[in-house]
């Protein structure tokens, strides 16, 4: 006796169609699982056999192989339990094959029965849809996140039970909600709430509009992270497509809240100095995206960015150039996207007070010197903007009170989507500013006369290299764009020199 059930499996970003056989033959009783990992067969064997005792079923009494194909596929994890059981029950005549066809499974089963969520279930209703499936069976916890692919009848169940019943017609499906917006998580603060710091301020604004990733280097308690937190309100909204792509990466990578629906603000992520590699780029051996692709239409921030092992950081090099992470595996290829906005925030000398006037630093040339070289190099070239933040006096009360709020994020980020639509039409691939190749970009970068006269002084006067002045051009050419003008005028220049203070200093910023 043999039977069939259609389920699905994550590789990457995406899920492939699986197909779960079961062949009853004669012999002594056991279930023999081929085609899954070691350690998940012997999981999912137990899980099965007790979730359909303790459901009311039957347990084969004969011998039981179980194959998942392709076999070639690498198949990890919980989420084939609800195809091996419903296909278990086909084939001992407890299930209608006949009210399966077409239809496809995903869900873990607890020993009880329970059907609980899995991860990833975005990309299986993805892969589904496109594979022309009738419906799909989901663990009700999931049913949200299925709704959000139109077109496709999701079936959620809270159990194996439930789901017998439900194709036998004799029980509902249990309502899948419509697909709701997952709350932001954590709100952006708003930048009316940011004292004084023009200069921070106004990189954010480049920063945000033209994609630029951004260097924060002041003392502490400067507002550095408070800025960094403002980005996210300033960015464009997600529109339907950058939406599904960023709620289908924290699917994958298990961090979708339960019941959680679309993203659609950009992220805002910051790993601690502390984290490995793979937690930052992402890999392992099943690969999963790291806060890298996380952070995918939205913004990175490492705070304490000389604190970051030197290694972990050079894997960022790369994908931040092209967008994208590649990772290569024996049996397979997975590409995370990864377009965001790296802010990096760090002291300016490792005591922190270097520049201060209300505190002497106690670190001493060599000091910091040693610092800074851990922190430049090719990263430091990738970040087209370094801002020097100056310490924040205490604010008196009675001066607070005097002192209007600063302009609030939405004016800001106004004037940020007007810029980013004059890219968006001019730009190959609608790409910003800060990711779009030099080479389309430069014919856009005529310089009035005036400008001409400041580049040539400055280019010599600071001993710029190729790539930074490259730098200089990207973030003059979004100065302009902020100020809708087609040509780059001297004022232009003038202002996207000012964030260049490491170029200026060999690598030692100078209060
Ligand atoms: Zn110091």
Same mark, same amino acid.
């Given at each position: 006796?043999?039977?069939?059930?259609?389920?699905?499996?994550?590789?990457?970003?995406?899920?492939?169609?699986?197909?779960?056989?079961?062949?009853?033959?004669?012999?002594?009783?056991?279930?023999?699982?081929?085609?899954?990992?070691?350690?998940?067969?012997?999981?999912?064997?137990?899980?099965?056999?007790?979730?359909?005792?303790?459901?009311?079923?039957?347990?084969?009494?004969?011998?039981?192989?179980?194959?998942?194909?392709?076999?070639?596929?690498?198949?990890?994890?919980?989420?084939?339990?609800?195809?091996?059981?419903?296909? =278990?029950?086909?084939?001992? /005549? *407890? &299930?209608?094959? !006949?009210?399966?066809?077409?239809?496809? @499974?995903? #869900?873990?089963?607890? +020993?009880?029965?329970?059907?609980?969520?899995?991860?990833?279930?975005?990309?299986?209703?993805?892969?589904?849809?496109?594979?022309?499936?009738?419906?799909?069976?989901?663990?009700?916890?999931?049913?949200?996140?299925?709704?959000?692919?139109?077109?496709?009848?999701?079936?959620?169940?809270?159990?194996?039970?439930?789901?017998?019943?439900?194709?036998?017609?004799?029980?509902?499906?249990?309502?899948?909600?419509?697909?709701?917006?997952?709350?932001?998580?954590?709100?952006?603060?708003? =930048?009316?709430?940011?004292? /004084? *710091? &023009?200069?921070? !301020?106004?990189?954010?604004?480049?920063? @945000?509009? #033209?994609?630029?990733? +951004?260097?924060?280097?002041?003392?502490?308690?400067?507002?550095?992270?408070?800025?960094?937190?403002?980005?996210?309100?300033?960015?464009?909204?997600?529109?339907?497509?950058?939406?599904?792509?960023?709620?289908?990466?924290?699917?994958?990578?298990?961090?979708?809240?339960?019941?959680?629906?679309?993203?659609?603000?950009?992220?805002?992520?910051?790993?601690?100095?502390?984290?490995?590699?793979?937690?930052?780029?992402?890999?392992?051996?099943?690969?999963?995206?790291?806060?890298?692709? =996380?952070?995918?239409?939205?913004?990175?921030?490492?705070?304490?960015?000389?604190?970051?092992?030197?290694?972990?950081?050079?894997?960022?090099?790369?994908?931040?150039?092209?967008?994208?992470?590649?990772?290569?595996?024996?049996?397979?290829?997975?590409?995370?996207?990864?377009?965001?906005?790296?802010?990096?925030?760090?002291?300016?000398?490792?005591?922190?007070?270097?520049?201060?006037?209300?505190?002497?630093?106690?670190?001493?040339?060599?000091?910091?010197?040693?610092?800074?070289?851990?922190?430049?190099?090719?990263?430091?070239?990738?970040?087209?903007?370094?801002?020097?933040?100056?310490?924040?006096?205490?604010?008196? =009360?009675?001066?607070?009170?005097?002192?209007?709020?600063?302009?609030?994020?939405?004016?800001?980020?106004?004037?940020?989507?007007?810029?980013?639509?004059?890219?968006?039409?001019?730009?190959?691939?609608?790409?910003?500013?800060?990711?779009?190749?030099?080479?389309?970009?430069?014919?856009?970068?005529?310089?009035?006369?005036?400008?001409?006269?400041?580049?040539?002084?400055?280019?010599?006067?600071?001993?710029?290299?190729?790539?930074?002045?490259?730098?200089?051009?990207?973030?003059?050419?979004?100065?302009?764009?902020?100020?809708?003008?087609?040509?780059?005028?001297?004022?232009?220049?003038?202002?996207?020199?000012?964030?260049?203070?490491?170029?200026?200093?060999?690598?030692?910023?100078?209060?």
């Amino acid at each position: 006796m043999l039977a069939f059930c259609g389920g699905a499996c994550l590789s990457g970003l995406e899920a492939l169609p699986i197909l779960v056989e079961v062949d009853l033959a004669p012999g002594l009783p056991g279930l023999q699982l081929v085609g899954l990992g070691d350690i998940s067969g012997r999981e999912a064997r137990e899980r099965v056999r007790s979730a359909l005792r303790n459901s009311g079923f039957r347990v084969p009494q004969t011998r039981v192989v179980v194959s998942l194909a392709p076999a070639q596929l690498r198949k990890e994890g919980p989420s084939f339990d609800l195809p091996i059981g419903l296909a =278990l029950l086909m084939a001992t /005549g *407890q &299930l209608d094959p !006949r009210w399966l066809e077409g239809v496809w @499974a995903v #869900g873990e089963l607890g +020993l009880d029965g329970a059907l609980r969520p899995v991860r990833g279930l975005l990309a299986v209703a993805r892969a589904a849809q496109r594979a022309g499936a009738r419906a799909l069976i989901v663990p009700e916890a999931n049913g949200r996140e299925g709704a959000l692919v139109g077109g496709l009848p999701i079936w959620p169940a809270a159990s194996l039970r439930q789901v017998l019943e439900a194709l036998a017609g004799r029980q509902a499906w249990s309502p899948a909600a419509a697909a709701l917006d997952s709350a932001l998580p954590v709100g952006s603060p708003d =930048l009316a709430t940011v004292r /004084g *710091q &023009l200069h921070g !301020r106004r990189a954010l604004e480049i920063a @945000a509009s #033209g994609l630029h990733h +951004l260097l924060l280097v002041g003392p502490p308690g400067c507002g550095k992270t408070l800025l960094a937190r403002c980005l996210p309100g300033l960015l464009p909204p997600l529109n339907q497509h950058q939406a599904l792509e960023l709620t289908q990466i924290h699917s994958v990578a298990g961090l979708l809240a339960e019941q959680g629906g679309l993203i659609r603000q950009p992220p805002f992520r910051s790993p601690h100095h502390g984290c490995s590699g793979v937690a930052l780029v992402g890999g392992g051996l099943i690969p999963r995206p790291g806060e890298l692709s =996380l952070a995918h239409h939205g913004v990175l921030f490492l705070d304490e960015l000389a604190e970051f092992r030197r290694e972990v950081l050079d894997h960022l090099r790369q994908p931040l150039e092209t967008g994208v992470l590649h990772l290569a595996r024996a049996r397979q290829t997975v590409s995370f996207p990864c377009r965001l906005l790296l802010v990096g925030a760090t002291n300016p000398c490792p005591c922190g007070w270097w520049g201060d006037p209300r505190r002497p630093c106690r670190c001493g040339e060599r000091l910091r010197r040693q610092y800074w070289s851990r922190l430049s190099g090719p990263l430091l070239d990738r970040l087209d903007l370094q801002v020097m933040l100056p310490a924040v006096a205490p604010v008196e =009360l009675e001066d607070l009170a005097q002192h209007p709020l600063e302009e609030a994020s939405a004016g800001v980020a106004l004037r940020v989507q007007r810029a980013r639509q004059r890219m968006v039409a001019r730009n190959p691939g609608g790409l910003s500013n800060g990711q779009v190749e030099m080479e389309a970009l430069r014919p856009h970068c005529q310089l009035a006369p005036k400008a001409r006269l400041l580049w040539r002084k400055s280019v010599d006067g600071l001993a710029l290299t190729a790539r930074s002045a490259s730098r200089v051009l990207r973030v003059a050419r979004t100065i302009a764009d902020l100020d809708d003008s087609e040509r780059l005028e001297a004022i232009h220049l003038a202002e996207a020199l000012t964030y260049r203070c490491l170029d200026r200093h060999q690598s030692r910023p100078t209060p």
